[in-house]
């Protein structure tokens, strides 16, 4: 069965850092790009970041730029996001999603359940 | 403020046609596929329709997509209870360089 099981969020303050994992079974990791996409409560769906299979390209919305990091082991099946300098927008349930193509740039074909991320004093 | 523009609700009876707009720009539609994803009360998006008019293996052919210069559209014929939904519209964008999202629809079915 095709499968990814985010993990890693939680309760944060503000200015501080998490790392959210995502780990992928039932397809051959290293074949795809992968994505993170979230949701803050009762809102829209918003593209954090994407990278592709080798790792070779990344890619980040303005909103996150400079204080999220992606990057995957193909070796471990797993995706990160590397989040600092979070702040109260960044609320969000965050989303794991794999690629249809190696590149990234096609569409999101499986997702995660979400791991919730709440930045709050 | 979404870079493309959904309508916030539709909806309809059982049995009926109802369709979804999605409005972008030459720079993201006008230039690239749109795909469509549902997601269900409580639950994670479901990619719908990508490539523009693609179904993947396991979608209804009562869903449908379509594009023209830069806008899109779904179609859900036959409509049933369980399409009640939120329903997004995205396409990759070449000026910002991300993809990008509309703000969604919700689905009602009467």
């Known amino acids: 069965e095709v499968q990814l099981v985010e993990s890693g969020g939680g309760l944060v303050q503000p200015g501080r850092s998490l790392r959210l994992s995502c780990a992928a079974s039932?397809?051959?990791?290293?074949?795809?790009?992968m994505h993170w996409v979230r949701q803050a409560p009762g809102k829209g769906l918003e593209w954090v970041s994407g990278?592709?299979?080798?790792?070779?390209?990344?890619g980040y919305a303005d909103s996150v730029k400079g204080r999220f990091t992606i990057s995957r082991d193909n070796a471990k099946n797993s995706l990160y996001l590397q989040m600092n300098s979070l702040r109260a927008e960044d609320t969000a349930l965050y989303y794991c999603?794999?690629?249809?193509?190696?590149?990234?740039?096609?569409?999101?074909?499986?997702w995660g359940q979400g791991t919730m991320v709440t930045v709050s004093s | 403020q979404s870079v493309l523009t959904q309508p916030p609700s539709a909806s309809g009876t059982p049995g009926q046609r109802v369709t979804i707009s999605c409005s972008g720009s030459?720079?993201?539609?006008?230039?690239?596929?749109v795909y469509w994803y549902q997601q269900l009360p409580g639950t994670a998006p479901k990619l719908l329709i990508y490539?523009?008019?693609q179904r993947p293996s396991g979608v209804p052919d009562r869903f449908s997509g379509s594009k023209s210069g830069t806008s899109a559209s779904l179609a859900i014929s036959g409509l049933r209870s369980e399409d009640e939904a939120d329903y997004y519209c995205?396409?990759?964008?070449?000026?910002?360089?991300?993809?990008?999202f509309g703000g969604g629809t919700k689905l009602t079915v009467l």
């Open positions: 999603a794999k690629d249809r193509l190696d590149s990234g740039f096609d569409a999101f074909d499986i």
């Open positions: 039932g397809f051959t990791f290293d074949d795809y790009a």
């Open positions: 990278i592709s299979w080798n790792s070779g390209s990344t």
């Open positions: 030459s720079s993201n539609i006008g230039s690239n596929y």
């Open positions: 490539r523009n008019n």
């Open positions: 995205a396409a990759w964008d070449d000026s910002l360089r991300v993809w990008v």
